[in-house]
C-alpha cells in the first residue's frame, strides 16, 4: 500500500472549517483513499473514502486532486468533539489490511 | 444495528497468565480484523480472519499469539504467558462481505500486564 504524508498537528476555531490534508504520491490507479479517526484512544471511526471522484456525506467532504497524488478531507463546521487524530490511509481495492501512519492531531478550540 | 463489540474491555493479567480477548463482528459481517496499539504508537495490523480461516496473519508475533473466528461464536485472540510488552489496546475491526469492504472497528480492549 502507498505511504501518506500528513501534518503531524493543526488547530481550528469551533465552527470554522477544518482542512486536513494528505499527501499520497505514489497513489496507484486501485486505491482508495480512506480516512479514519481516533478520539482520545477510542477505536477508529470510519469517516469516508473514495477513488477519484470528491466524495460527501453527514460527516465530512473528501477532496482528491485529478492527479490523485493529494487530498484533503474537509470537516465543514468543527466542534470540540471533532478533536482527534485522523488518518489518511491509501488502500489497494482487495486489500484486507489498513495501514496506519501516524496521523494528524487535529484540535478543535473554543 | 448494533456495531462490533469486544469484551472485555479492560483486562488485567500478572505476567505468565493468558490473556483472552473476544470480538463479535457487526451483524452480516463475515470478515474480523485485529489490530494492536502500543502506548504512545499507531495501530498495527495483527491478522484477518473468515470464519473458521486464517486469512493472513503476517502481523501476528510468532510466538505466543493466535486467533480464531469459529463457526458459531465471537472472534478470539489469544495471548499465552503474557509478558508486560504486550501491555497495549487491542481493537478488532469488521467488514460486510469483500475484504476491500469498509472496516469498522469496536471500542477495543485495554490489556494492562502487571
Known amino acids: 500500500d502507498a505511504k501518506t504524508t500528513q501534518p503531524p498537528s493543526m488547530d481550528c476555531a469551533e465552527g470554522r472549517a477544518a482542512n486536513l490534508p494528505c499527501n499520497h504520491s505514489?497513489?496507484?490507479?486501485?486505491?482508495?483513499v480512506y480516512w479514519y479517526r481516533q478520539i482520545h484512544s477510542q477505536g477508529p471511526q470510519y469517516i469516508i473514502h473514495?477513488?477519484?471522484n470528491n466524495e460527501t456525506n453527514e460527516m465530512a467532504s473528501l477532496i482528491i486532486t485529478e492527479d490523485r497524488k493529494s487530498s484533503t478531507l474537509i470537516l465543514p463546521h468543527a466542534t470540540l468533539r471533532d478533536t482527534a487524530v485522523y488518518y489518511c490511509?491509501?488502500?489497494?481495492?482487495?486489500?484486507?489490511?489498513?495501514?496506519f501512519g501516524k496521523g494528524t492531531k487535529l484540535t478543535v478550540n473554543p | 444495528n448494533a456495531g462490533v463489540m469486544q469484551n472485555p474491555r479492560h483486562l488485567v493479567r500478572r505476567r505468565g497468565q493468558e490473556a483472552r480477548l473476544r470480538c463479535s463482528p457487526m451483524?452480516?459481517?463475515?470478515?474480523v480484523y485485529w489490530y494492536r496499539q502500543l502506548p504512545e504508537e499507531g495501530l498495527k495490523f495483527m491478522v484477518y480472519?473468515?470464519?473458521?480461516?486464517?486469512?493472513?496473519e503476517s502481523g501476528m508475533p510468532k510466538e505466543r499469539f493466535s486467533a480464531e473466528f469459529p463457526k458459531e461464536g465471537p472472534s478470539i485472540l489469544r495471548i499465552q504467558q503474557v509478558v508486560r510488552g504486550d501491555s497495549a489496546a487491542y481493537f478488532c475491526?469488521?467488514?460486510?462481505?469483500?475484504?476491500?469492504?469498509?472496516?469498522?472497528f469496536g471500542p477495543g480492549t485495554r490489556l494492562t500486564v502487571l
Open positions: 451483524k452480516g459481517h463475515s470478515h
Open positions: 480472519l473468515q470464519k473458521e480461516n486464517i486469512i493472513d
Open positions: 505514489t497513489i496507484s490507479g486501485n486505491e482508495y
Open positions: 475491526a469488521s467488514s460486510p462481505t469483500l475484504p476491500k469492504d469498509t472496516q469498522y
Open positions: 490511509i491509501v488502500r489497494r481495492g482487495g486489500s484486507e489490511k489498513l495501514v
Open positions: 473514495g477513488l477519484k
